[in-house]
């Protein structure tokens, strides 16, 4: 993982839940019941808080297994839809 994006998480203001829902998402792909399992908190909020980061543009859904969707964090700078400070914004 570059060190640009490591800073970039440092300044980005996010919950403490949805923190912890984005370093396991770093990690490795997971489902809402997967992460809801390892964290010990309902399914309902842990949707609430993947719609966040989704809406934010930090993670994204990989693959659709049934009804089963995995999400990962997106690690790549370049691929990031936030806007990191002294970034150019393109149109």
Known sequence: MKEEYIKHLTTIDISGLCFRV???LVIGNYTQSAIANLLNKDRQVINKKI???EKSGLIELVKIQGTNKFYR????IKRLKVNIPG???MM
Do not use: F, H, S
């Open 22 to 24: 984005l370093m396991l």
């Open 73 to 76: 964090a997106i690690v790549d």
């Open 51 to 53: 719609n966040e980061l």
């Open 87 to 89: 970034q150019i914004k």
